[in-house]
């Protein structure tokens, strides 16, 4: 069966610091691949997406970035965080662009 | 913009009572999905819906996609505090624009179940 994972699942950050979140899935090859952040309980904003290894699509522009270094794992970054970074991010994993299969999020907080 | 409306925002009602939740757009989805989350976790799948028209039952719990494929609801019968969450709607557009399709998110309806 597949499943993913990404972590670490709460952060605190100082504003300036760098950030690294990892998400991996197991089970699948050549999963389209997710990055979103929801604020406050609500709904979900598309970050980046990866149909494949090196290919990386962004929604937004922002002090983010994404990498797919191997087929499973993706890679949320940022070398200068903001306080409006804060938020908390899901990783997601689907086949062919259909249903989401979610990861267990990470709370980011920024001080 | 393509919109995707969700009501009403949070719900809060007791034990055994009915309720629908609807979610709306102007445009047309090939497919549209619903999404239950619990707090500090990630959004977890209840349904697809794909034919307009559709209906599909979860327990107590029934789906309908509109016939224009443009609109959506949930209905729960006999709420449960269990079936407190976040309940997120998501289509799917451009319709048959295959791999790289991307979901349309409602904003979600809170929901709370008191005993």
């Known amino acids: 069966s597949q499943t993913i994972h990404q972590w670490p699942a709460t952060l605190v950050q100082p504003v300036g610091s760098p950030l690294s979140l990892e998400c991996t899935v197991e089970?699948?090859?050549?999963?389209?691949l997710y990055w979103y952040r929801q604020a406050a309980g609500r709904g979900l904003q598309l970050l980046f997406y990866?149909?494949?290894?090196?290919?990386i699509s962004s929604e937004v522009p922002q002090n983010l970035s994404a990498s797919r270094p191997q087929d499973r794992q993706f890679i949320l970054s940022s070398k200068k965080l903001l306080l409006s970074d804060s938020g908390f991010y899901l990783c997601?994993?689907?086949?062919?662009?259909?249903?989401?299969?979610f990861g267990e999020g990470s709370r980011l907080t920024v001080l | 913009t393509q919109l995707l409306e969700q009501s009403p925002q949070f719900l809060s009602i007791q034990e055994g009572e009915n309720l629908t939740v609807y979610c709306n757009s102007s445009?047309?989805?090939?497919?549209l999905q619903w999404y239950r989350q619990e707090p500090g976790e990630g959004p977890v799948l209840l349904v697809t819906?794909?034919?307009g028209g559709e209906v599909k039952k979860l327990k107590r719990l029934t789906f309908q996609f509109g016939d224009a494929r443009k609109d959506s609801s949930l209905h729960i019968t006999a709420a449960q505090p269990g079936d407190t969450g976040l309940y997120l709607c998501a289509g799917a557009f451009p319709p048959g624009a295959g791999n790289n399709r991307k979901l349309i998110w409602g904003l979600g309806t809170s929901l709370a179940v008191n005993p």
């Open positions: 819906v794909v034919t």
């Open positions: 089970g699948t090859s050549n999963p389209n």
């Open positions: 990866s149909v494949g290894i090196g290919q």
């Open positions: 997601a994993w689907s086949v062919m662009g259909g249903e989401l299969f």
């Open positions: 445009s047309v989805f090939s497919s």
